[in-house]
């Protein structure tokens, strides 16, 4: 559920209607609903109540720092891959002690600016930063708190790009042999061996993987503990899917009750890092219609926001819900439609194959469960401007993000002292 509705026939975000948000702003933009972020985090939280656990967002999913304060409002620490998500998150007021780091490519230099600013903890991926982060470590004098990530082999059923574990994926150590990474890890200076980590990909829409991911976890924990080592943190990363608007994803707490079965009795922190479950249906993306181009086969919708913006059906197919922000423009005979944008690519296409009733040039449509993965991955292709993104929390809204002027966009390039006048 969420906080985008109709009310009288237009659409609002909470208590904001949507057509003066866009007069105010302009569009395209993000609009995100502080209710349904809310929402979303307590769900996932209470699914998990009961059990010793840390929920850290995966700030990858939407780095807005008016989305991770809004988060760490509630309790979120945060799971970053980057310094530069780092520094967002020390922005946005996130503890240091509730920031993990992960990801496969962590440069010594991130690595230091991590141990000289405060963390939890590392997730490492595999031998040769094993050995970096010992290093750095080692000559700052500091010791750091490290979960080995294993891979469990595991198909997600989830599309071949944001599947992370199968042992043909760039991501963790396949386990059993990460046994012996457990055991170097524990001779190597300034490395403390806490926990195991796993994280088998992103729109999970079945419990079976998870479930096959987290066994292996748990029995990782207990042969590890066997081994000597002093086990005491599981991070079961994130993954839980959204509904888009086609499959249906298990329940928060449906999976809540599978964790706490799989890992009873353990007697472990657990660990959690949901990124498109918090805030996937917190965000829409508004845009207007240029024009309505009726072609034989089939009408083109082209709107002003474009694959540039939202990426994510040209990158992994991925389907957007698209709704008007007229109601009474839903009424009409439905054709079949494909929404597009200005992008001289052929892969610019936001929504293909749409039967809905046919928009007219300078309506305002909705692209629903925007609120991950999209305004992060925007670029300006095409020399489009980064778009506005606002956050609402009841009657009110806050630009949080400037739509990019064309002065900012320019200024990033310069001229070479052969090319200058
Ligand atoms: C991307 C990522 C997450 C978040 O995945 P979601 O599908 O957005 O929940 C969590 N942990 C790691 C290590 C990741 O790379």
């Known amino acids: 559920m969420d906080h985008f509705t109709y009310k009288n026939g237009v659409l609002h975000a909470e208590d904001v209607p949507l057509p003066a948000l866009a007069e105010a702003v302009g569009t395209p933009f993000y609009c995100y609903s502080t209710a349904t972020l809310q929402r979303h985090y307590r769900i996932f939280a209470e699914a998990l109540a009961g059990l010793d656990v840390g929920i850290y967002y995966a700030v990858k999913a939407n780095d807005n720092l008016a989305v991770i304060r809004t988060l760490a409002n509630e309790g979120a620490g945060a799971d970053v891959v980057s310094e530069g998500e780092i520094r967002k998150v020390h922005a946005a007021g996130v503890a240091p002690d509730k920031i993990v780091f992960s990801g496969v490519g962590k440069t010594r230099s991130e690595m230091a600016f991590a141990l000289e600013t405060g963390i ?54 396949p386990w059993p042999e990460a ?77 809540g009750d599978m964790v706490k079965r799989v890992t009873a009795g353990l007697d472990c922190r657990l660990m959690f890092e949901p ?104 670029s300006t292709y095409n020399a489009r401007p980064l778009v506005a993104e606002v956050m609402v929390r009841g009657t009110a809204h806050a630009v949080v993000r400037e739509r990019q002027t064309y002065e900012a966009l320019l200024s990033t390039n310069t001229l070479p002292d052969w090319l200058s006048p």
């Open 120 to 173: 939890l903890q590392f997730n490492v991926e595999s031998e040769p930063e094993l050995e970096a982060l010992s290093d750095v470590a080692q000559a700052r004098n500091a010791s750091v708190d490290i979960a080995i990530r294993i891979n469990p082999d595991v198909d997600a059923g989830t599309h071949h790009k944001i599947s992370t574990g199968r042992k043909e994926n760039k991501f963790g150590i």
């Open 275 to 378: 990124g498109r479950l918090i805030v996937a249906n917190a965000g829409i993306l508004v845009t207007r219609v240029i024009y309505v181009k009726p072609s034989a086969d089939k009408t083109f919708v082209i709107t002003d926001a474009a694959m540039n913006d939202l990426i994510r059906p040209t990158l992994y197919s991925a389907y957007h819900e698209v709704i008007p922000v007229l109601q009474a423009r839903s009424t009409g005979t439905p054709r079949t439609v494909d929404i597009v944008g200005p992008v001289c690519e052929t892969g610019d296409i936001l929504a293909e194959n749409r039967d809905i009733s046919v928009p007219l040039a300078d309506d305002l449509l909705v692209l629903r469960t925007a609120g991950a993965y999209a305004a992060v991955m925007a």
């Open 179 to 255: 046994r012996s990474t457990f055991a170097k890890a524990a001779t190597l200076p300034g490395i403390n061996v806490r926990g195991v980590a796993i994280h088998i990909g992103s729109q999970l829409t079945q419990l079976g993987p998870f479930e096959r991911a987290f066994e292996i976890a748990v029995d990782a924990v207990r042969q590890l503990r066997n081994d000597g080592h002093q086990i005491d943190r599981l991070d079961l990363g994130g993954g839980l899917g959204v509904p888009y608007g086609v499959a249906d994803p298990p329940s928060p707490s449906d999976y």
